[in-house]
């Protein structure tokens, strides 16, 4: 069972505010969902290939779930590991966990054995929830390896032929459920987005997760005519509830699972089902645009793409109507709770130029410098924040929770932020994203942006590598335009960059061209596997 430690508390002053202004509900996120499901029972809920489920299907689904997990002897407030790509079973078995009081740790299909272990080490997980194969990884043998190492793991329910495991398929029927969760507990645990150390795990509250959703919906103007396509992993923060899945379920639309986020297989399902609204992480927008060049596929459906994950450059941004004929919508936002979207009505210089205000009247932001104090208005500093959705704290790591969350509760994001003084923030990289020149700070997020303006660059990362020198020295890492022709020299890209005003200091010292970058679970340039992959100079 969870220990009540596991979850940091919101002071109780803050809650009864919470409550009080209508932030937080009485019901727990299965709640939620049975409310929808009655409410529009008859409509399509979930697409995914040829199956299609009405909300009274999904719904019926997700009973039979919850009973099946139940009288496998999974326990309400025992947690289980859910690793399954975009399907219908991700649905199904996230809503029926949900409904049995049972918290699913919802992890990413490229996730490996050491995410998995550790996760399942992390959270205590008595269950393994996984295909049999996806993407030619066998998570038979995977399961086998954990569970061999793992003994609080008891069972592994697999998708597909389960080997010498038990078909998620298979599940015994059981009766009803009984009792229900308590809104202010643990409702679903998140995997933290970073790309260095292991990742953390995020309480989100039955609560504060329902509000996250239903919030986000309301920003994007989401209704019942809405065909979301969810084109990152289903179990990421973004497309589950920004507003995500559970944000167009509140509304009574449909929710259309991509099994990849690529242009060939994403416009063909925007066609076909008539998507309004998806969401991408930057470099797929770099590639839609391309594809959309040449594409004649109908994308006259689709009203609003949100971007987020990492910053847009404005350059990449102002494309995006033109190119894709729709509204772009950015998103900087955390799994960790706090959201800033750019509104519907925003000028356009604010859409393509800033990645959004925040998403509650009850977010509290501030701008610090190394010292902790308050930066000067429009300077760039470190996001501290706190509000009715954001954590107090990560799952069991009470020594890190000591170093990124103060005292009286503001979460340290790490993320350099400045405020205009509209309220919008523009993202300037992240703490531990600052290259040391020889005493020079090198932000490698407006170096990238300024690489980007070039015509033959596509994609670029840039990473710092020691120098015995200048201690480090910044490396852009680039992809090619198809219509690149050859690539350009280091010092045709420096004179580039300097005819755009950039200081020297700024300019890259090295350049490495590459066919593709590598990116994280989901879709982010991962930036340690490149540093990894170039190594010293």
């Known amino acids: ?15 009864d505010r919470y409550v009080a202004e209508g932030y937080w509900g009485a019901a727990t996120l299965d709640e939620e969902f049975r409310g929808w499901a009655a409410r529009f029972a008859g409509r399509t809920a979930l697409v995914v290939g040829e199956r299609r489920l009405t909300y009274a299907e999904l719904d019926e689904a997700a009973e039979r779930t919850a009973r099946g997990l139940r009288a496998l002897g999974i326990a309400a407030g025992e947690r289980a590991v859910v690793q399954l790509p975009n399907s219908a079973d991700v649905v199904i078995v996230l809503l029926g966990m949900l409904r049995a009081g049972i918290v699913p740790v919802l992890t990413l299909p490229a996730h490996r054995r050491n995410e998995i272990e550790h996760l399942v080490r992390l959270s205590g997980a008595v269950a393994y929830v996984a295909p049999d194969v996806h993407e030619g990884f066998d998570h038979r043998e995977l399961a086998a390896e954990i569970s061999a190492v793992c003994p609080s793991l008891r069972h592994v329910l697999l998708t597909g032929d389960p080997g010498p495991f038990t078909a998620l398929a298979d599940l015994p029927e059981g009766e ?7 809104p202010a507990g643990i409702a679903v645990l998140l995997v933290s987005g970073g790309t260095t150390g292991r990742p953390k795990l995020i309480p989100r509250t039955h609560r504060d997760y329902t509000y996250n959703a239903l919030a986000s919906a309301a920003v994007c103007g989401l209704s019942e005519e809405d065909v979301y396509l969810a084109c990152l992993p289903a179990a990421h923060n973004f ?9 167009t379920f509140s509304v009574g639309g449909t929710v259309v699972l991509a099994p990849a986020g690529s242009a060939d297989v994403a416009f063909g399902l925007i066609q076909a089902e008539r998507v309004t609204v998806t969401a991408l992480v930057p470099p797929l927008v770099r590639f839609w645009l391309e594809a959309a060049e040449w594409d004649t596929r109908d994308l006259s459906s689709l009203r609003l793409l949100q971007v987020g994950g990492a910053r847009l450059d404005p350059e990449t941004a102002a494309r995006v109507r033109p190119g894709l004929g729709c509204a772009l919508q950015q998103v900087f936002g955390m799994a960790e709770g706090l959201l800033n979207y750019t509104r519907l009505d925003d000028p356009h210089e604010i859409v393509v130029s800033t990645q959004g205000r925040p998403l509650s009247p009850a977010d509290e932001i501030r701008v610090t410098g190394q010292d902790g104090a308050d930066v000067a208005p429009g300077e760039v500093g470190e996001l501290w924040t706190r509000g009715p959705y954001t954590l107090r704290g990560y799952y069991r790591a009470p020594e890190h929770n000591r170093i990124v969350v103060t005292e009286d509760g503001w979460f340290r994001t790490g993320d350099l932020v400045r405020v205009l003084p509209s309220g919008h923030l523009a993202v300037e990289g992240r703490v531990k994203d600052v290259i040391n020149r020889g005493g020079e700070n090198v932000s490698a997020t407006e170096l990238e942006e300024h690489l980007l303006a070039h015509p033959a660059i596509a994609h670029a990362a840039v990473v710092a590598v020691p120098d015995l020198t200048l201690g480090e020295i910044a490396c852009a890492v680039v992809t090619l335009t198809p219509n690149a022709g050859r690539a350009p020299k280091l010092k045709e890209l420096k004179a580039f960059l300097a005819g755009r005003g950039l200081a020297r200091f700024m300019h890259p010292d090295r350049l490495v061209v590459a066919d593709a970058l590598p990116v994280t679970a989901v879709g982010k340039i991962d930036k340690k596997e490149i540093a990894a992959r170039i190594g010293s100079p």
């Open 1 to 15: 069972m969870s220990d009540p430690a596991d979850l940091t508390p919101w002071p109780a002053d803050l809650v």
């Open 176 to 182: 009803p459920v009984t009792g229900r969760a308590d």
């Open 239 to 247: 497309p589950l509830a920004c507003p995500g899945l559970l944000g």
